[in-house]
């Protein structure tokens, strides 16, 4: 798990903790019932939303890397037709 991940996890466990003030130890089926559908349900997004960020981050290095083969296949080509021109003459 990268550090962002586990940051944005923190701080969603913060945000969904009791202020220490009211604090005091006793929770209901119900609200446990709640505070972990909570929990579960953030932790769900966040993990999807960095994996959409990785997809997205390898698709455009594929990407990249397609558009660098298709320069080299172009320059070859180019060279290719330079070579039979000369050849022709």
């Given at each position: 798990m990268?550090?962002?991940?586990?940051?944005e996890?923190?701080?969603?466990?913060?945000?969904?903790?009791?202020?220490?003030?009211?604090?005091?130890?006793?929770?209901?089926?119900?609200e446990?019932?709640?505070?972990i559908?909570?929990?579960?349900?953030?932790?769900?997004?966040?993990?999807?939303?960095?994996?959409?960020?990785?997809?997205?981050?390898?698709?455009?290095?594929?990407?990249?890397?397609?558009?660098y083969?298709?320069?080299?296949?172009?320059?070859?080509?180019?060279?290719?037709?330079?070579?039979?021109?000369?050849v022709?003459?």
């Open positions: 990268s550090k962002k991940m586990q940051d996890i923190d701080l969603e466990v913060v945000r969904l903790s009791p202020p220490k003030e009211t604090a005091i130890g006793v929770m209901t089926q119900a446990m019932v709640q505070l559908r909570k929990s579960v349900h953030c932790g769900a997004v966040i993990g999807w939303a960095h994996a959409e960020r990785f997809t997205r981050e390898r698709m455009q290095r594929q990407l990249d890397q397609i558009e083969e298709m320069k080299c296949i172009k320059d070859r080509l180019k060279d290719a037709e330079m070579e039979l021109l000369a022709q003459k």
